[in-house]
T-cell receptor, first 113, second 116 residues
Framework: DGGITQSPKYLFRKEGQNVTLSCEQNLNHDAMYWYRQDPGQGLRLIYYSQIVNDFQKGDIAEGYSVSREKKESFPLTVTSAQKNPTAFYLC????????????FGSGTQLSVL | AQTVTQSQPEMSVQEAETVTLSCTYDTSENNYYLFWYKQPPSRQMILVIRQEAYKQQNATENRFSVNFQKAAKSFSLKISDSQLGDTAMYFCAFTANTGTASKLTFGTGTRLQVTL
């Protein structure tokens, strides 16, 4: 079955450490997205990519980095510059058709030790 | 910048009853899309329904329907014959027709509890 796989489900970060969240899709979607969800808040866009080797900052990109070397993969690195990384991170993908619906992965809960 | 407002943090409805969740948005765009997403306790985001702004007819998906009032910038979700499985967070979302990426702006969500 086609879908979006996020790993790990739970991740813990130590002070000063960079961590990478994995997102893989086998839907042949061109566009991929990373959202952050905090309690009591909606989802906020971190980064998105419309095509391989290209990506753009979203609303809250500071302290995060991404790469898009393959169509299927869009990993997110939470750097030590992100001072409040504890959140639920959701990856999504869509076709490049205008305003096509987003399909989401099952998410990664990141916590600080 | 677009904003999406959901003014009801929590709502409760009895099984088999009807409930309406409110959403308002602010935009200067004329062509855009609106969505309702459901997030059950599993935290998986699931698309419930989608509305194109240029369509006057309200979207319907089985027990879910919307009341889209473009002039008032209002986009409410009606759930009929509520079921226990409808218990979830519901998020309203907006995207404008500004490119090939469906960048969604989300509201803060409404937590819906369906009771016996």
């Amino acid at each position: 079955d086609g879908g979006i796989t996020q790993s790990p489900k739970y991740l813990f970060r130590k002070e000063g450490q960079n961590v990478t969240l994995s997102c893989e899709q086998n839907l042949n979607h061109d566009a991929m997205y990373w959202y952050r969800q905090d309690p009591g808040q909606g989802l906020r866009l971190i980064y998105y990519s419309q095509i391989v080797n290209d990506f753009q900052k979203g609303d809250i990109a500071e302290g995060y980095s991404v790469s898009r070397e393959k169509k299927e993969s869009f990993p997110l690195t939470v750097t030590s510059a992100q001072k409040n990384p504890t959140a639920f991170y959701l990856c999504a993908s869509s076709t490049r058709a205008l305003n096509e619906k987003l399909l989401f992965g099952s998410g990664t809960q990141l916590s600080v030790l | 910048a677009q904003t999406v407002t959901q003014s009801q943090p929590e709502m409760s409805v009895q099984e088999a009853e009807t409930v309406t969740l409110s959403c308002t948005y602010d935009t200067s765009e004329n062509n855009y899309y609106l969505f309702w997403y459901k997030q059950p306790p599993s935290r998986q985001m699931i698309l419930v329904i989608r509305q194109e702004a240029y369509k006057q007819q309200n979207a319907t998906e089985n027990r879910f329907s919307v009341n889209f009032q473009k002039a008032a910038k209002s986009f409410s979700l009606k759930i009929s014959d509520s079921q226990l499985g409808d218990t979830a967070m519901y998020f309203c979302a907006f995207t404008a027709n500004t490119g090939t990426a469906s960048k969604l702006t989300f509201g803060t969500g409404t937590r819906l509890q369906v009771t016996l």
